[in-house]
């Protein structure tokens, strides 16, 4: 059963691709939206990031991420290990063309790196109905007052 959870997960994130990449700012919480390159088997993650930013100095200084993914009918939240990585090699493997758009200068730069996300757990909901479903779920509560169950949600070990 883990597995297929586990494989939900990566699917949702898949389907969605931007996700808002959460760190521990030195004000507090930031959050910034980034596109997933590569979701690995477990369901660790990779992005690119300009070197000198903040979001870079961020997981630096503390590793502790969140990165959040919402689509039309689902959303998924994964809580990790941020870590910055220069390797070349792994940066030509995930090169592609909308990466060279934001990086010009390519993947041996030392001005790009990738942040790796070793994923925690993630939590999810899925709801294929739509709003439709949405709708009919709170009705359903206001009219019976039993609880309302839109969807399929669960909190997955990674």
Do not use: C
Not at 73 to 84: A, P
Not at 88 to 93: A, L, N, Y
């Amino acid at each position: 059963m883990a597995n297929e959870e586990v494989h939900k997960v990566i699917e949702m994130i898949n389907d969605v691709r931007i996700g808002m990449f959460t760190t521990h700012g030195k004000d507090g919480l930031l959050s910034r939206p980034l596109t997933v390159m590569d979701v690995e088997e477990d369901g660790d993650m990779w992005f690119f990031s300009p070197a000198d930013s903040e979001i870079v100095r961020e997981v630096k200084t503390h590793g502790e991420v969140n990165v959040a993914f919402a689509g039309n009918k689902k959303w998924v939240s994964v809580s990790g290990r941020g870590t910055v990585v220069y390797e070349v090699e792994k940066k030509r493997e995930l090169w592609n063309s909308m990466v060279e758009t934001f990086a010009p200068e390519g993947p041996d730069s030392l001005a790009t790196v990738l942040l790796h996300v070793e994923s925690d757990s993630a939590e999810y909901w899925e709801n294929p109905g739509g709003a439709a479903t949405l709708v009919a779920s709170w009705i359903k509560q206001k009219v019976t007052g039993k609880g309302a169950a839109p969807g399929d949600s669960n909190t997955v070990e990674l």
